[in-house]
């Protein structure tokens, strides 16, 4: 359930920012104001289900590995990069921090695979 929830909230908060950094690189300011405003309650909404229920996995799990340090600074990184970049409207930092956030979302899944390859190979030695 928590997992499931992390994936949603995590893959919306992704396409926010894809949205949001599209429109910034194209000088769709108005479009961007209209969006940031619309959409400033799901946003928070999505932000804090994402952060919480990470938080939760990790304190779940007891061991950080370090893929998921490098996950977890990438994402502590994108936030006040985004919040100054889309404030400021600089563009740099705004792609910055959606690169950050679709990095450390890369990174879930590759750590998701390396971790699938692990049992699948734990299960044949045992067959």
Do not use: D, W
Not at 67 to 96: E, R, T, Y
Not at 113 to 123: D, G, I, M, Q, V
């Amino acid at each position: 359930m928590i997992l499931s929830a992390h994936k949603i909230s995590a893959l919306i908060f992704l396409l926010i920012y894809l949205v949001k950094t599209v429109l910034l690189l194209a000088n769709q300011k108005e479009r961007l104001a209209k969006m940031t405003k619309g959409f400033k309650g799901l946003e928070m909404a999505v932000s804090f289900i994402f952060l919480a229920t990470g938080i939760i996995m990790f304190v779940q799990v007891g061991a950080i590995k370090t893929l998921q340090i490098v996950k977890l600074v990438l994402v502590f990184a994108s936030i006040p990069l985004a919040v100054i970049g889309f404030k400021k409207q600089n563009k740099l930092m705004a792609a910055l921090s959606f690169l950050f956030i679709l990095a450390s979302y890369g990174l879930a899944e590759a750590s998701k695979k390396k971790t699938l390859s692990k049992s699948n190979s734990c299960n044949r030695k045992f067959k």
